[in-house]
């Protein structure tokens, strides 16, 4: 299916080579690109992995290959990590002492 200029879109782009990436990164890290997510509007129409140029919301221009129509805003910090729950509630115990009204322990 072809999307109409205007379709807010998300494109990868790679943003070094592997031949540009710095000598210091592990052999498994400087052998691939850099690569990169960018979000905005088709500047033509285009289809799904075609390489189009697209307007960001910040008035910048890109082009990549699209990877994904009308993407969804996502975010998270992640999974619980019971750990981190076990710490939390020690520093409050430490700071404020057993009768913390925020100490779940």
Same mark, same amino acid.
């Given at each position: 299916m072809t999307y109409p200029k205007g379709t807010y879109v998300k494109i990868t782009k790679d943003i070094l080579?592997? *031949?540009?990436?710095?000598d210091a990164l592990? *052999?498994?890290?400087?052998?691939?690109?850099l690569? !990169?997510?960018v979000k905005g509007k088709l500047l033509r129409e285009a289809d799904i992995n075609d390489k189009a140029p @697209? *307007?960001? $919301?910040? !008035?910048?221009?890109?082009? !990549? $290959? @699209?990877? *994904? $129509?009308e993407p969804?805003?996502?975010h998270t910090f992640g999974a619980y990590v019971k750990e981190l729950d076990i710490v939390r509630s020690t520093i409050l115990v430490e700071m404020w002492g057993d009768k913390n009204v925020r100490h779940r322990g």
């Open positions: 080579k592997p *031949e540009h990436r710095l592990p *052999e498994v890290t400087s052998s691939k690109p690569t !990169g997510w @697209i *307007e960001t $919301i910040t !008035g910048r221009f890109v082009q !990549g $290959i @699209i990877t *994904e $129509i969804a805003y996502t």
